[in-house]
T-cell receptor
Framework: GDSVTQMEGPVTLSEEAFLTINCTYT??????LFWYVQYPGEGLQLLLK?????DKGSNKGFEATYRKETTSFHLEKGSVQVSDSAVYFC???????????????FGRGTQLTVWP | DSGVTQTPKHLITATGQRVTLRCSPR?????VYWYQQSLDQGLQFLIH???????AKGNILERFSAQQFPDLHSELNLSSLELGDSALYFC???????????????FGPGTRLLVL
């Protein structure tokens, strides 16, 4: 079945360090891939998305590239800030013959803490 | 602000009781999804409604039910509550129509349920 695996946390970095959070998936066809971020006490916010192979999603300095050959969608940021401290979730929406409907499958989340 | 509203924000109740969680989707969105977030299970899909009709069920217990009303708001009913039902319950909405952005799910702030 469809599933998402993301690296276990927590991840602790100093400000301006490089961030990578690994995400791999299992799915048939071409699912849509997402990164969501959850700040303390809040709901999930869409960070970025990619809907086909080799697409790169980007937002707020974060990037992720849809790699079909490695079934991966790793999240990267060149220089993290204290304000990036949050929980990051990788998710996929299974391909369904062009339909835009469908549930999300989430990874377990990765807690990121950035120290000044 | 995602545009998705959920009430109440917090709910404390006792085992065996029944509660109703309410969700108002973003203006114009036809799809409503319910998810449960708990420490042991992570983010789990419960149920999906599209324009008033149930479209898919996930790991939803028989004690739980939901509906989407003509004005597109949705309610999740949880009955015979158990300690293990304590969790954060999220509602998400999407346009559910054609177009690249139609599949993006926007999450509400969640309802935190504590069963004592």
């Amino acid at each position: 079945g469809d599933s998402v695996t993301q690296m276990e946390g927590p991840v602790t970095l100093s400000e301006e360090a490089f961030l990578t959070i690994n995400c791999t998936y299992t799915a048939t066809g071409y699912p849509s891939l997402f990164w969501y971020v959850q700040y303390p006490g809040e709901g999930l916010q869409l960070l970025l998305k990619a809907t086909k192979a080799d697409d790169k999603g980007s937002n707020k300095g974060f990037e992720a590239t849809y790699r079909k050959e490695t079934t991966s969608f790793h999240l990267e940021k060149g220089s993290v800030q204290v304000s990036d401290s949050a929980v990051y979730f990788c998710a996929l929406r299974p391909y369904d013959r062009g339909s835009t409907l469908g549930r999300l499958y989430f990874g377990r989340g990765t807690q990121l803490t950035v120290w000044p | 602000d995602s545009g998705v509203t959920q009430t109440p924000k917090h709910l404390i109740t006792a085992t065996g009781q029944r509660v109703t969680l309410r969700c108002s989707p973003r203006s114009g969105d036809l799809s409503v999804y319910w998810y449960q977030q708990s420490l042991d299970q992570g983010l789990q899909f419960l149920i999906h409604y599209y324009n008033g009709e149930e479209r898919a069920k996930g790991n939803i217990l028989e004690r739980f039910s939901a509906q989407q009303f003509p004005d597109l708001h949705s309610e999740l009913n949880l009955s015979s509550l158990e300690l293990g039902d304590s969790a954060l319950y999220f509602c998400a909405s999407s346009a559910g129509t054609s177009g690249g952005e139609a599949e993006t799910q926007y999450f509400g702030p969640g309802t935190r349920l504590l069963v004592l």
